[in-house]
Nanobody, 115 residues
Framework: QVQLVESGGGLVQPGGSLRLSCAAS????????MAWYRQAPGKERDLVAT???????YYADAMKGRFTISRDNAKNTVYLQMNSLQPEDTAVYYC?????????WGHGTQVTVSS
């Protein structure tokens, strides 16, 4: 089982940036494809980006060119650098494997983009 703790969210103005972190427990982390997801109020949880062990990445269309996912296997940590944030990016952001491990969902970190 992998335990995941997200951090780095907050309130930011439109056009601003945030860097999210996800600390994972367990040696299995290094072998997992990891991902960031987000859930806006009243909406389903959506996939934001994924990264495999070797570093290859995937982004949902709305995030391409604005978000960057990365990982540090030595630190068991996944990051999400978010630039040019817009109000529609407001959501709770979660990390998990992809496909997700049902028992590993954390509390997420709230990102609010507002002037």
């Amino acid at each position: 089982q992998v335990q995941l703790v997200e951090s780095g969210g907050g309130l930011v103005q439109p056009g601003g940036s945030l860097r999210l972190s996800c600390a994972a427990s367990g040696s299995i982390f290094k072998s997992l494809r990891m991902a960031w997801y987000r859930q806006a109020p009243g909406k389903e949880r959506d996939l934001v980006a994924t990264i495999i062990q070797g570093g290859s990445t995937y982004y949902a269309d709305a995030m391409k060119g604005r978000f960057t996912i990365s990982r540090d296997n030595a630190k068991n940590t996944v990051y999400l650098q978010m630039n040019s944030l817009q109000p529609e990016d407001t959501a709770v952001y979660y990390c998990n494997a992809h496909p997700p491990l049902v028992s590993s969902w954390g509390h997420g970190t709230q990102v609010t983009v507002s002037s």
